[in-house]
């Protein structure tokens, strides 16, 4: 394509966006509204999947010694468990470890613990905390150390609820986002292609004449597919400068509403989610239009 050419066919776009005007800004408000439906998920999906990343060395799974295990066996059960798939640290916590950590946290009386370790009695079990290289694997392998429930182990425990409906949440935003997204992209593809076919339908007698004197079919084409190509991008474009600004006053909102939340939690910031969102927006803006203009320009433009 020469520099030349391509001047002739943004030119050429560009007039034809304004001579149609009312139709494109249709195509460009459906186009931004799928923008904003990617990116109000992907907020929300890429936080949580930072919530799940941040909690995940906290959320670890906890396995409780029997009794009658005897100290000598806890080195072959420490390397049981680090040969389970995804399992990539296990900590042992002895019962006076665990003693001296619960009335730690739970007493600021020195002699809440005297007499209760006494007698070579176990008052907590002895404790085998185990780190997952992802969240996703706890439930793996939590199946395998219940294998040895009854064996060496008296329960398996980890925070399964949480676990379960941060990822429940994440995986019903994702598809729910898809489909909006699919069901919106759609019909901004319909749109673009009934603005490509008017656009040619008032050119038509233009078109003609181009044919007649040995214009080729990608130079006549190229206007109309850089039509839909430049809506889809400038569709796009809106909702991102909102977002972009949006986003980071919606976060200090929530900050100030919740401000336990920002002890607990830090938010993604703007550049973390935007530097992703910007690339990935336009170019889908620009991807919808460009299927819109190319399918209409196949169907009604006979060259």
């Known amino acids: 394509m020469k520099i030349r050419n391509l001047k002739y066919y943004i030119k050429e776009a560009f007039i034809s ?11 460009m408000i459906t186009v931004s509204c799928c923008i ?40 072959s059960i420490h390397a049981r468990i680090m040969a389970i798939d995804y399992v990539t640290y296990a900590r042992f ?77 994440n995986n019903v935003i994702r598809i729910g986002s898809i ?48 039509e839909g190509m430049i809506t889809g991008f400038i569709g796009a474009i809106v909702p991102l400068v909102v977002g972009f600004f949006g986003y980071s006053e919606i976060i200090r909102r929530v900050n100030e509403t919740l401000p336990v939340m920002d002890e607990i939690f830090e938010f993604l910031t703007t550049a973390q989610v935007f530097i992703v969102l910007i690339p990935g927006s336009l170019m889908l803006g620009t991807l919808i239009g460009a299927i819109g203009s190319i399918t209409s320009v196949r169907r009604h433009l006979h060259v």
Do not use: C
Request: aromatic residues 10%.
């Open 179 to 226: 489909i909006a997204i699919l069901f919106l992209g759609s019909v901004s593809i319909i749109i673009i292609m009934n603005t490509i076919k008017l656009t040619v339908t008032n050119r038509q007698s233009e078109i003609n004449i181009m044919q007649y004197v040995g214009a080729t079919a990608w130079f006549i084409r190229w206007p109309f597919i850089l």
């Open 17 to 27: 966006i304004i001579r149609n005007r009312l139709m494109n800004i249709a195509s």
């Open 93 to 169: 916590i002895s019962s006076e470890e665990a003693m001296a950590a619960f009335g730690t946290r739970y007493s600021d009386d020195p002699d809440f613990l005297v007499g209760l370790t006494e007698g070579g009695i176990r008052i907590l079990p002895r404790t085998y905390e185990i780190s997952v290289d992802d969240i996703n694997h706890q439930d793996i392998v939590r199946r395998e150390l219940e294998q040895y429930i009854g064996i060496y182990f008296e329960q398996v425990r980890y925070a399964q609820e949480a676990v379960e409906t941060l990822i429940s949440i």
């Open 36 to 75: 904003f439906v990617l990116m109000f998920s992907y907020g929300i999906v890429a936080n949580i999947d930072h919530l799940l990343n941040s909690i995940e060395d906290e959320l670890m799974l906890s396995v409780f010694v029997l009794d009658e295990v005897p100290d000598e066996d806890l080195d």
